[in-house]
């Protein structure tokens, strides 16, 4: 199963409001990271917070995270056409001693010019 | 510095072939994990080498093997192929298992 699950699963929005997207995970991590995906293309790293970190912010880019709730946000203010893609959160799991990033299934964003 | 190179991008192969994906992983960069998308799976984690060293493996039939070289650089290869093992291929590079993982543009496989 998951680790990360992200909601919704596909956002639509006018170019110049904010967008939300959630993640929530399962087991205790040691840090999250989001990612974007231009159509089937690599991943870009966005934002990586850690376990001891509430949050975050890259330019036009917030991320939190919430340890008790096991969820992260993010948030995309001022939206542009540009920011149009797949953004999905990845967290590590602890795996035979050592930690593997497992992802969610991602929240396909659109923005309308 | 140059980013994660994959070779090729794109590959169409016929079922019962095999495979070699090539993983160039950012300079400095010791950790390497590949991971199959598929459009109804998602991400799925394939398996990380470290210094060699394979020391994670996803939930994928023994015809996925990979290795990595002691430049970092990494190899997947899947035998006999099936239609299913049709996806965008990824691999991803970071220094340190905590720290951020950087992906290729990925290998897209096709097969017939």
């Known amino acids: 199963s998951q680790q990360g699950e992200e909601d919704p699963q596909a956002l639509s929005i006018q170019e110049g409001e904010n967008a939300t997207m959630n993640c929530s995970y399962k087991t205790s991590i040691n840090n999250l990271q989001w990612y974007r995906q231009n159509s089937g293309r690599g991943l870009v790293h966005l934002i990586l917070?850690?376990?001891?970190?509430r949050e975050k912010h890259s330019g036009r880019l917030r991320v939190t995270l919430d340890t008790s709730k096991k969820s992260s946000s993010l948030l995309i203010t001022a939206s542009r056409a540009a920011d149009t893609a797949s953004y999905f959160c990845a967290t590590d799991a602890l795996a035979s001693g050592t930690y593997k990033y497992i992802f969610g299934t991602g929240t396909r964003l659109k923005v309308l010019a | 510095k140059a980013g994660v190179t994959q070779t090729p991008r794109y590959l169409i192969k016929t079922r019962g072939q095999q495979v070699t994906l090539s993983c160039s992983p950012i300079s400095g960069h010791r950790s390497v994990s590949w991971y199959q998308q598929t459009p109804g799976q998602g991400l799925q984690f394939l398996f990380e080498?470290?210094?060699?060293?394979?020391?994670n493996k996803g939930n994928f039939p023994g015809r996925f093997s990979g290795r990595q070289f002691s430049n970092s650089r990494s190899e997947m290869n899947v035998s006999t192929l099936e239609l299913g093992d049709s996806a965008l291929y990824l691999c991803?590079?970071?220094?340190?298992?905590?720290?951020?993982?950087?992906f290729g543009q990925g290998t897209r496989l096709t097969v017939v």
């Open positions: 080498y470290f210094s060699e060293t394979q020391r």
């Open positions: 991803a590079s970071s220094f340190t298992e905590y720290s951020e993982a950087f």
């Open positions: 917070i850690r376990s001891n970190e």
